[in-house]
């Protein structure tokens, strides 16, 4: 019922920028925090950085300086603004978010994910 799509991964030199977007979609009452994660090959799934309801970000130390999380309220779309980009940032990147659904009258609060974008740095 609920959908994130994230879009706007690719192929990037090294130094480049990307901008990824995520849209939620489906029987979504509120979101709440939502966040990037990122998994390369052969390792752990790691947060890339998170946003608040309210716009309180936080980053992940190898990411700070470079990357900036934003989102859109009223479109329930996250973005991830990544510049100077490294090939340690080849990964495929996934967005998430705590959203509020309306059960029967009963509001209950989910995490739902994406299917992931793949985002390249070539060296």
């Known amino acids: 019922q609920v959908q994130l799509v994230e879009s706007g991964g690719g192929l990037v030199q090294t130094g480049g920028s990307l901008r990824l977007s995520c849209a939620a979609s489906?029987?979504?009452?509120?979101?709440?925090?939502m966040g990037w994660y990122r998994q390369a090959p052969g390792k752990q799934r790691e947060l890339v950085a998170h946003i608040t309801a309210g716009g309180s970000a936080n980053y992940a130390d190898s990411v700070k300086g470079r990357f900036t999380i934003s989102r859109d309220s009223a479109k329930n779309t996250l973005y991830l603004l990544m510049n100077s980009l490294k090939p340690e940032d080849t990964a495929v990147y996934y967005c998430t978010g705590r959203v509020v659904v309306d059960s029967r009258g009963l509001m209950q609060e989910y995490d739902y994910w994406g299917q992931g974008t793949q985002v390249t740095v070539s060296s």
């Open positions: 489906g029987s979504i009452f509120a979101i709440n925090a």
